[in-house]
């Protein structure tokens, strides 16, 4: 997460506890346990030009013949309400309704670019595809759309220029474009050409433009006969759109209940308790296509997802594990590279904390393109609990730095080892860098590591003497970049109006200076060296490592104590190589940074080494069987 988004974050929370409560939502009876509803089926359909990837969740019985279309946000408030979004759908269909959700062209793993022209009109035309399959797939009549934010004004829009919309639930909308691109330009910077980039997205002066023309508070027809507007929690306030809606001819509910504050902060979990799903469940039950019935017979199997190709790249959607659990999206090039061993290259990118398989500002979309682009194998892996990943029995979602979870790499080797891959990288920002490292320690069949930005790469949880553990839980900059920050005048203006957190900047230092001084004394030292004896190990092993650092990022301590500055403490090995990034905070978001750290992906990966160890056949486990191959691992056409 960004140092701009976490304090984004930080003051939406603030602003929560410090608004009037919420009135409470209404009080149906709580909703039964949900009956198992089928498994979400990946799908893959055209849109504006392009395709776009989503889930199509299939109801429960007895289905209703309502199918309830979700419309994303944009931009960091949708990668962090990915995570609702999946609670909300799994929810939905448990009580019946038939649900897609989806990415909008050039968003998410769909196709395209967020830099492609044309990009409001290919979300809009992503909703009304979206309505298209949600009605062909359930075969049900009536459609509603659910819409959080910028996906609230795009619902409406959309609505009203396809006609026959029963109900529309929109959350926290925004009125207008504008009021949208009003808060993205507060929070971003401009980056020329009329650019701009907020939270790692990038807005072009066109998709900056277009969007100010957004107004659903002048829809060109009546949207839905009906219409659910939930308030913020932080803000109850109804705003100009619920009166628009009224003037056209929609019948218009106004709610206050509580999730939006916790929707649009970190992606860890779904955020909606059960008495707002069962309000929301209880709503749409009431729109007259919720009342008919769906044969048994109506719903349209899926039984073939095609890859599809996006010039050089071909990507599929991949479901794998012991029981296809696991989601990841695997991307490989569509002709035979002309670097052969590339092609038997698999590399696996590992979640950004509760970041779903795109990663933070779709960071991960670009670079698996990029090395797909250059000859390699890529996966983006959800592990259990995170995207749309189930966690393991008796696991949380969105439960970060477990070792477990190197149960579900092991399980994405195996499916790139079916596919033909013979080499494999493990890549990851922060909790992604945790896995890497623990996963290449637990399987030998791990021939490369990147850990990016690593804040931790180990977790005993209690133990007294991991003084980082704390500390590194509370995000700052590098100790490096105070130093130099000191010799900045505004520093000492800030620090004089109280705007530095003085504690938590002094807790750092301390906690640094503390770990050094542990490491002096004879005898204390074991534990602390114990990192480094086993990067070592790795290194003696044969893999190669290379440790990308933001100059200005925390993570740059904890890597420097370990293996001191540049990589100094592992100089003999020449295998593990330490690459600082200039100007860049944690998840590379600032402007010039995606352009520095791709191209060092590429080039590191272009000049490792040959690969030849003896035994490696022995290493990989046997080609699955037809019955447990992942569901894409071998071609659909």
């Known amino acids: 997460m960004t140092a701009t988004a976490t304090a984004t974050a930080t003051a939406t929370a603030t602003a929560t506890k410090a608004a009037i409560a919420p009135a409470p939502a209404p009080a149906p009876a709580p909703a039964p346990a949900p009956a198992p509803a089928p498994a979400a089926q990946p799908i893959v359909f055209d849109a504006a030009g392009g395709w776009c990837v989503g889930w199509y969740h299939p109801p429960a019985a007895p289905a209703r013949g309502l199918a309830v279309v979700l419309c994303p946000p944009a931009g960091y408030e949708a990668i962090c309400s990915y995570p609702t979004y999946v609670q909300l759908a799994r929810s939905l269909a448990g009580a019946g309704f038939p649900v897609l959700r989806f990415d909008y062209r050039g968003t998410g793993d769909s196709a395209g670019d967020e830099r492609d022209p044309g990009q409001l009109a290919g979300w809009l035309a992503s909703i009304e595809a979206a309505v298209q399959q949600a009605r062909q797939r359930s075969g049900a009549a009536g459609v509603a759309l659910f819409g959080l934010r910028l996906g609230g004004t795009l619902a409406v829009t959309a609505a009203a220029r396809l006609g026959g919309v029963d109900g529309l639930v929109l959350w926290a909308p925004c009125a207008t474009g504008k009021a949208w691109t009003r808060e993205l330009r507060a929070s971003g910077s401009e980056v020329g050409n009329g650019e701009l980039l907020a939270f790692g997205h990038a807005y072009t002066a066109e998709t900056l433009q277009d969007l100010e023309s957004l107004d659903a508070t002048r829809p060109a027809a009546r949207p839905a006969p009906v219409a659910l507007v939930v308030t913020r929690d932080d803000l109850p306030a109804e705003g100009p759109l619920p009166?628009?809606?009224?003037?056209?001819?929609?019948?218009?509910?106004?709610?206050?209940?509580?999730?939006?504050?916790?929707?649009?902060?970190?992606?860890?979990?779904g955020a909606l308790d059960s008495a707002t799903l069962a309000s929301l469940q209880a709503w749409l039950r009431e729109l007259p296509a919720a009342a008919r019935r769906l044969p048994r017979d109506a719903a349209v199997p899926d039984a073939v997802r095609p890859a599809r190709l996006m010039g050089a790249v071909r990507e599929e959607t991949w479901l794998l594990g012991p029981d296809r659990s696991l989601c990841g999206m695997f991307a490989e090039p569509a002709a035979a590279p002309a670097d052969a061993r590339r092609s038997d290259i698999g590399i696996v990118l590992l979640n950004v904390g509760g970041n779903h398989r795109v990663g933070p500002h779709r960071f991960y979309v670009t670079a698996a393109r990029a090395m797909v682009a250059a000859g390699y194998r890529v996966l983006r892996l959800d592990v259990g609990g995170i995207g749309d990943s189930a966690p393991q029995p008796g696991k949380p979602w969105a439960n970060l730095y477990d070792a477990d979870s190197v149960a579900d790499v092991r399980a994405a080797i195996d499916a790139l080892a079916a596919r033909g891959c013979r080499e494999f990288i493990l890549m990851g920002i922060c909790s992604g860098s945790y896995l890497s490292f623990q996963s290449a320690l637990a399987d030998p069949r791990v021939h490369g590591v990147v850990l990016m930005n690593s804040r931790l790469l180990e977790w005993t949880p209690g133990h007294a003497d991991d003084a980082w553990q704390d500390s590194m839980q509370q995000y700052a900059k590098s100790t490096d970049w105070y130093r130099r920050a000191l010799l900045r005048p505004e520093t000492w203006l800030r620090l004089l109006r109280g705007q530095l957190d003085v504690r938590l900047v002094g807790g750092r230092f301390l906690a640094l200076a503390k770990a050094r001084l542990r490491r002096l004394v004879p005898g204390a030292s074991a534990r602390a060296e114990s990192l480094h004896g086993k990067m070592k190990r790795l290194c003696r092993r044969g893999t190669d490592v290379l440790m990308v650092v933001s100059d200005a990022d925390d993570a740059r301590d904890y890597m420097e104590f370990h293996f001191g500055p540049s990589g100094s403490r592992m100089r003999a090995h020449p295998n593990f190589r330490m690459v600082?990034?200039?100007?860049?905070?944690?998840?590379?978001?600032?402007?010039?940074?995606?352009?520095?750290?791709?191209?060092?992906?590429?080039?590191?990966?272009?000049?490792?080494?040959?690969?030849?160890?003896?035994?490696?056949?022995?290493?990989?486990?046997?080609?699955p069987s037809a019955d447990t191959a992942p569901v894409g691992a071998r071609p659909t056409h």
Request: glycine share 8%.
């Open 580 to 623: 600082y990034v200039p100007q860049a905070d944690h998840t590379f978001s600032r402007p010039g940074n995606q352009d520095f750290v791709v191209p060092l992906l590429l080039e590191h990966l272009a000049t490792r080494p040959p690969r030849a160890r003896p035994g490696l056949a022995n290493e990989l486990p046997p080609p």
């Open 243 to 269: 009166r628009a809606l009224r003037q056209v001819g929609c019948n218009v509910r106004i709610e206050h209940w509580p999730g939006y504050a916790a929707m649009v902060g970190e992606p860890r979990t």
